[in-house]
């Protein structure tokens, strides 16, 4: 299996492009499947995930061209089939989310249940009494789950937690169904925004999308159009840390600064200057970093999938910083690897303390899931000796060339 290796390196500086967002991507691939003309995708990242969800979108009976590096054409016109196979869901749960669409084109949709992964269980309790409400029969059987409805009406929708995925599943049912649709506790993310303006563009009538009310007034059929993927706010926030922990001058391009607010703050509270410049922020690092607090909460509250990357970072804070982990039950699976490291941490139930360390030292480690893997290349480009990174895959998910991008910015990194 190939891994990442990662070696001491100087503090990292430069330019550095970011991507279109994979959290933004994929819901939008599965909103296409709404379309009935062509549709045009710009600035996709080029992930794993993201060929996954196009191999889906193809066994649904669309037709999906890569026209160019980040450009993806999609005509769902002629979709046929409502069922997801095992093994393409097996391979990526947010694959869960053409559900919502086929279950409001076609008026059926069958899928296996999607898996949990290392962070937590990942339930989809949310996203099927979206389902429910607005109409939908489900059934469930040897893990497989359908939903089936000769017509969708629209109706008021409370979530209990404020889910990205529910949210986004839940829309894209409601946008053809018959009537207005309102969700109270809807998810705030900025992915959220760029699906409701994306559908927006194909015909849907949403409103609200980025605040906690969402409504949706249904509308007979959507079109085509073109739309250009928002950036990465996480692979931003990822190359931010690494300039912070390298104490290097980093700039990062093509971000959005109102998204990347939490993570700014945090590294000005650690002692970093951080400059803004309208698309593109500069984060200048130091070596003696100070400690500071995380509490991971719903956006726009300080996101989950920077937590890690963040914990990285603190391990070298001198002092005791703690992060409180709030939104998934099991996301510290990257500390026994850092602790491996020579971090010095302590769990105690869904927070952590982290007493700051001179030093870091290499060693063979394990990616859990795509953000803990890019904790630890951060810890090995400070780490003294070579990390060597292990189950790569949960990294590719998530990072289009990560190695690339920080071997450009002087990051001695490579692939064995
Ligand atoms: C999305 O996952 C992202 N993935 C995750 O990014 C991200 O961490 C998460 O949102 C939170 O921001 C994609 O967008 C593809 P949730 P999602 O539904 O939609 C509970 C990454 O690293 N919940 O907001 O699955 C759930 O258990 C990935 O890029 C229910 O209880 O997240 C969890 O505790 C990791 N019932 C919490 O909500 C439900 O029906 C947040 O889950 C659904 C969720």
């Known amino acids: ?60 009976g669309a037709k999906v061209e890569k026209l160019d590096k980040g450009i993806i054409k999609i005509n769902s016109s002629n979709i046929n089939n409502y069922i997801t196979r095992y093994e393409l869901m097996s391979k ?14 076609l008026g059926k949709t069958k899928t296996s249940l999607p898996g949990g992964c290392a962070i937590g269980t990942r339930p989809i309790d949310l996203h099927l009494k979206g389902f429910k409400a607005l109409g939908a029969t489900i059934n469930s059987d ?24 529910a949210t986004e599943n839940i829309i894209m049912a409601a946008v053809l169904a018959e009537g207005e649709t309102i969700i109270d506790n809807a998810a705030m993310e900025p992915e959220i925004v760029d699906l409701a303006s994306f559908l927006n563009k194909l015909g849907a009538d ?43 001058d980093i700039t990062v391009e093509n971000v959005i600064t109102s998204h990347i607010k939490p993570i700014i703050a945090k590294l000005k509270e650690v002692g970093c200057e951080v400059i803004e410049n309208g698309d593109s922020v500069r984060v200048i690092g130091n070596k003696d970093l100070k400690p500071t607090d995380i509490k991971t909460l719903p956006y726009p509250g300080f996101p989950t999938d920077m937590q890690a990357q963040f914990m990285t970072l603190m391990s070298l804070c001198k002092g005791t910083s703690v992060v409180i982990e709030t939104v998934f039950e099991n996301r510290f699976m990257h500390v026994d690897e850092l602790k491996r490291m020579g971090a010095d941490i302590k769990i105690d139930g869904r927070s952590a303390i982290i ?62």
């Open 206 to 248: 949403i409103k609200g999308a980025g605040t906690s009310t969402i409504r949706v007034k249904g509308v007979k059929k959507l079109g085509g159009g073109v739309h250009s993927i928002i950036p990465d706010r996480i692979e931003a926030g990822t190359f931010m840390v690494a300039s912070a922990i390298t104490g290097g």
């Open 1 to 60: 299996m190939e891994k990442i290796m990662v070696e001491t390196s100087p503090p990292l500086k430069g330019k550095v492009r970011i991507s279109g967002a994979k959290n933004s991507a994929l819901p939008i691939l599965a909103a296409s499947l709404l379309g009935t003309e062509d549709i045009i995708l710009e600035d996709v990242p080029n992930l794993k995930d993201i060929e996954v969800m196009c191999e889906v979108l193809t066994s649904l």
């Open 92 to 105: 990526m749960r947010a694959s869960f989310l053409v559900m919502g669409p086929l279950l409001t084109r």
């Open 355 to 416: 007493q700051g360390v001179d030093k870091l030292t290499s060693a063979p480690v394990k990616a859990s899931d795509l953000r803990a893997g890019a904790a630890l290349v951060l810890a090995g480009l400070v780490a003294d000796g070579v990390t060597e990174i292990d189950n790569i895959y949960h990294i590719d998910r998530g990072y289009d060339g990560i190695e690339e991008k920080l071997s450009s910015l002087g990051a001695k990194i490579y692939r064995k």
């Open 142 to 165: 040897h893990g497989n789950i359908s939903a089936y409805a000769d017509k969708l009406v629209g109706d008021k929708i409370y979530l209990d937690f404020p889910s990205v995925g």
